[in-house]
Each structure stands twice: as structure tokens, then as C-alpha cells.
């Protein structure tokens, strides 16, 4: 409920406080006293856009602020938390707009989007008045109507359970078909990787080698020449080679080792080491010789580099590398998911939880029409005590596009008269009749409901006994929540708990609007003076109080 409103700076209203109890709350004053002017309030705190006529004076800031009781409201205290705005049971809620016609919206001093009030006020306060796109004019919250009426909270808490669980396998089987195509093209990019390798077929540290044979064979012939000479030099015979003159030297010297001291005996052993070294260099001078130093075979290893050096790149990787690259894609090949089996499991499992989503929507369908007989007789009763004896009220139930709240699109239908058709609600053109057929339906149907609930010309079009039952029922509706209530009405102002007048005052050339909360004595004056008009008789008294007293 609304506990305070503030308004400065709008139109004719310069700085006015109300402080709104529980149950009906009126508001009068005579015709063009400046009564809209609050519910204008009321829109703009809403988060509803702001007229161009209602921007305040060159240099002056318009200001609404409403202290709003949001303890049973729960999508509210959910949507606060998300924000990370703290509260204790109440919020501030402030709206200015600067003279430049910029707007700023706030919470408990946090900003916040005139987004986000709509989206928390949509659930917090209904205004119903002719040109309000609230309320009934919103064919979204017909079913939510419905519902209400026929007590389908349970069921409609298990139905979007289910339908949470449906999306989320639906979701689930959608990704894995996208990962199934995914992984399918990676299989294909994978084989093709690897029949590039296998065409390779890389061994470890051979890129090196390759790159060193490939300068042997580039440098074959100066090679041979010169391990031709070498190879002639350690063998030669004639003249004797190096291996030939090493041998006679030391077959010399051994002739005489017993003859000389040890320190010679040493160099003659280092001597013999050094001719055997000398011989296996020749040896191995000489295998090299025998080594296959065919120039044809350049091109053939100058291929393999290169295929080393394009795969490599592809890859970004080391030539020396690519080894493992082999062995991890062939890793990978054998570890691609063969999603056949899985997608099987996953699609069952999806379709078992449509089929008891469908079931379930399918129960709920048949509760509405169910309700729908039952809120369509209730509320066409009502409707000759509000002076809509003509009128017929009928809801209509089509299929919808499945969701959370099942498969149903409910819309509310008004005939005004036997000769016209059903028609929306919204093509009502008395803004008294739809304040009062939002009256007929809110008191059928939301019993439980805690939304405020504004009523604008409710009792526009009628008198007497019309205005007393409306009145009745206003009184009815405010006792499980906030209703206030604009009225011209007499009947409808004796049924208030908090009663508000809101009067011109004429300061000089000056002309601001004031909004007084009376108490019981003044309440008596204001019915009688509503009864009888601007001169109060004795007779239109005893008739306020006896409308009070009733």
C-alpha cells in the first residue's frame, strides 16, 4: 500500500502531503478542483511518461515521492533484491523532472530507470480510469484474473516448474545438436590434419637431419674431392701415407724403448695412441666415402622439408613438433563423441517432460473454462447493481503459444447492450463504465489480491442506489487492500475510512491547488455539501449523517 504521497511543483500544486491509511481512501472536491492532478501523481510515480503540460516552471523541479508498503508483495521484494536495493518492508520511491523536461527516478536513493518503476509499480498499484493503459486495458492480466478466481496458485507453480524443466532439456538438446555439428566438422578438420601427417609421417629430430643432408648433397662434389685427397693422404703407398710413415716412425722407435728412459717411454705409448686415433679417423673418413652422395636425392629431401615447413606453419608449431601434433590429433579422433547414443537418451528425456508439461497445461486449460462459467455468472450478476443491466461480461479462452503460464490466451469481453457484439474492453468508450466494470470484476475475482486500486469517475453517470452499491462494493474491496477512489459521488464519500478534499485557493492573482485529510465532522459538512451543492442546509446534513451512519 501506499503510506505517503508527496507532490511538489506540479501544475497548480506547489507542496501537498498526504498520508494514506488501509481500506478506501476518497478523494473530492468540486469539478475542476485539480482531483486529477493526483492521480496525475500517482502515473508519473508509476513510471508512467511524463506529459509535456506537466513540466514545472523555468528554474523549479517537480517531485513525487511515495513511501510504499512492498511487504506482500513478493515479485516486488524479488526484483529489489536483484537490483541489490535493501529495503525493511518499505521503499522510497522519488520521481523529479526538471524544467528542461528530463527525468530521474529513484529508490531508497538508488537510481533507477523509469523501466524499472513500471515493471515493480505493475504489480504494486492498478489505476483504472478512462485513458489509463493499466489495468483491464492490459489484456495481459486477464489470465492472471482468472487465475486468481480460480484459486490455480498450486497448479500453476508446478505447471512452470515443468515448463522450466522442458526449456531447459529443449535447450539442452538444441546445444547438443549444435555441438553434434560442431564436433562433426572438427572430425572432418582433424582427418584431414592427419592425412596431411600420415603423408609426412614425421619422425623425431629428422627435420635436422634432413636440413643437413640437404647441405651435404648441395656441397657433394667439393665433399668428395676433398675426402678423395684426405682418404689418399692417410693410405697412400707410394708415396707412404700418413697411417704408413706413423707405422714405420713407431716400429723405429720400438726397436729402441728398452734403451731409453721412462719419460720417452711415455711419448712413444702417446705416440701409438695418437696412430691408432689416426687410424680410426681414416676408417671413418673412409665409411664416409662410402656414403650415398647422389645428387638426385636433393629434390627428394628438399620435398620433405618443405612439406615439414607448410605443415608446421598450418599449425604453428616447431618442425621438430610435429611428432606430437601426430599423436595428439590421433588422441583426439579417438576421444570425438559419438553423439547417436547421447542425442537418443536427450531427446527421450525432452520429450518426457513436454508430455507432462502438455498434460499438466492441458489440466489447467480445463480448470480456466471451469472458472471462466463460474467468474462469467458471478460477475454478470453484479453488474445490474452498478447500473449495468444491459451490459454482459464473458471470457474468452483461445490457445496460446505454450509458456510458463500454460497454453491458454484469455481475453475479457463486454457486450453494453443486446444489439452490439462482444467486444474489448478497451473499446468502452464512458470511463464510468470501465471503472465500474473493473469494480464488478476486481470484487469477484481478486479477494486475495493486495493491489492498490485506483478508481477514476466510478460513479461517473450514476446516483442514488447505483452510487450506494458502488460504494458498498468500494468498501468491500478495501478490506483485503488500498482502494482509493476519485469521486463526485455522496453515497460512494460516506463509505470512506480516510477522506481527502481537494480545494482551489485563490491567493491574489495566484491560484494553487490544497488537499485536506478531514476528520469526522468535516466528512459530514463535505457529503452534505456534495448532497446540496455550495449552500449546506440543516436537511442535507441529517442526510450526510445518516449516509455515514449507514
Known amino acids: 500500500m501506499i503510506k505517503l504521497l508527496s507532490i511538489r511543483n506540479l501544475l497548480l500544486i506547489d507542496e501537498i502531503d498526504l498520508s494514506l491509511g488501509e481500506g478506501l481512501c476518497v478523494l473530492t472536491g468540486e469539478t475542476g478542483a485539480g482531483k486529477s492532478m493526483i492521480l496525475d501523481s500517482l502515473n508519473l510515480i508509476t513510471g508512467e511518461r511524463a506529459k509535456s503540460g506537466l513540466r514545472p516552471e523555468s528554474g523549479k523541479v517537480l517531485s513525487i515521492s511515495a513511501l510504499v508498503d512492498v511487504d506482500s508483495f513478493v515479485f516486488v521484494k524479488s526484483k529489489l533484491n536483484e537490483l541489490g536495493i535493501n529495503y525493511d518492508n518499505e521503499i522510497l520511491v522519488k520521481r523529479i523532472i526538471s524544467d528542461d523536461g528530463r527525468s530521474k527516478c529513484f529508490i531508497n536513493e538508488n537510481l533507477v530507470t523509469s523501466g524499472t518503476l513500471k515493471l515493480l509499480f505493475n504489480d504494486i498499484i492498478e489505476i483504472h480510469s478512462q485513458f489509463s493503459e493499466q489495468g483491464l486495458l492490459d489484456t495481459s492480466t486477464h489470465i492472471n484474473i482468472l487465475d486468481d478466481f480460480g484459486a490455480h496458485h498450486k497448479n500453476l507453480n508446478r505447471l512452470n516448474s515443468l515448463w522450466s524443466d522442458f526449456t531447459e532439456a529443449k535447450k539442452e538438446l538444441e546445444s547438443l545438436n549444435e555441438e553434434k555439428k560442431n564436433q562433426e566438422e572438427m572430425k572432418e578438420s582433424i582427418k584431414y590434419d592427419l592425412s596431411e601427417l600420415k603423408t609426412l609421417n614425421p619422425v623425431a629430430n629428422e627435420f635436422q637431419d634432413l636440413l643437413n643432408k640437404k647441405i651435404v648433397l648441395q656441397n657433394s662434389a667439393k665433399i668428395t674431392e676433398t675426402l678423395n685427397f684426405v682418404t689418399n693422404t692417410f693410405n697412400s703407398e707410394n708415396p707412404p701415407g700418413i697411417e704408413a710413415l706413423f707405422a714405420r716412425v713407431l716400429k723405429s722407435l720400438k726397436g729402441i724403448e728398452q734403451l731409453l728412459d721412462d719419460n720417452s717411454k711415455k711419448d712413444i705409448e702417446s705416440l701409438n695412441s695418437i696412430f691408432l686415433e689416426t687410424k680410426e679417423v681414416s676408417s671413418n673418413i673412409n665409411n664416409l666415402m ?61 520429450k518426457e517432460k513436454k508430455e507432462k508439461y502438455f ?34 461480461f464473458q471470457t474468452f479462452i483461445e490457445s496460446s503459444e505454450p509458456n510458463s503460464s500454460g497454453i491458454d490466451k484469455i481475453t475479457f469481453k463486454i457486450q453494453t447492450n443486446p444489439k452490439s457484439e462482444m467486444g474489448s474492453i478497451k473499446n468502452i468508450s464512458s470511463g464510468g463504465e470501465l471503472c465500474r466494470f473493473a469494480l464488478a470484476i476486481k470484487v469477484i475475482a481478486q479477494k486475495k489480491n493486495q493491489t492498490v486500486m485506483v478508481f ?85 446534513i441529517e442526510a450526510a449523517k445518516k449516509l455515514i451512519e449507514n
Open 359 to 392: 498434460k499438466m497445461a492441458e489440466e489447467i486449460s480445463q480448470l480456466r473454462k471451469n472458472s471462466a462459467q463460474s467468474l462469467d455468472r458471478d460477475i454478470n450478476k453484479e453488474l445490474p447493481a452498478l447500473k449495468l443491466e444491459n451490459a454482459k
Open 456 to 540: 477514476d469517475e466510478v460513479d461517473s453517470g450514476i446516483g442514488g442506489a447505483v452510487s450506494s452499491a458502488v460504494g458498498e462494493r468500494l468498501k468491500n474491496l478495501g478490506g483485503s487492500r488500498q482502494v482509493i477512489v476519485v469521486t463526485h459521488s455522496p453515497q460512494v464519500a460516506a463509505y470512506g475510512n480516510d477522506h481527502f478534499v481537494v480545494k482551489k485557493i485563490n491567493k491574489g492573482q495566484d491560484t494553487k491547488i490544497n488537499v485536506m485529510k478531514i476528520n469526522f465532522e468535516e466528512k459530514i459538512k463535505e457529503v452534505a455539501r456534495m448532497l446540496s451543492g455550495k449552500m449546506i442546509t440543516e436537511e442535507a
Open 290 to 350: 662410402n656414403q650415398d652422395f647422389n645428387i638426385n636425392k636433393l629434390e627428394e629431401i628438399e620435398d620433405r622439408v618443405q612439406l615439414y615447413k607448410k605443415i608446421s606453419k598450418k599449425h604453428n608449431l616447431n618442425e621438430d613438433n610435429l611428432v606430437d601434433l601426430f599423436e595428439s590429433l590421433n588422441t583426439q579422433l579417438e576421444k570425438v563423441t559419438n553423439f547417436d547414443e547421447v542425442l537418443i537418451k536427450k531427446e527421450k528425456l525432452c
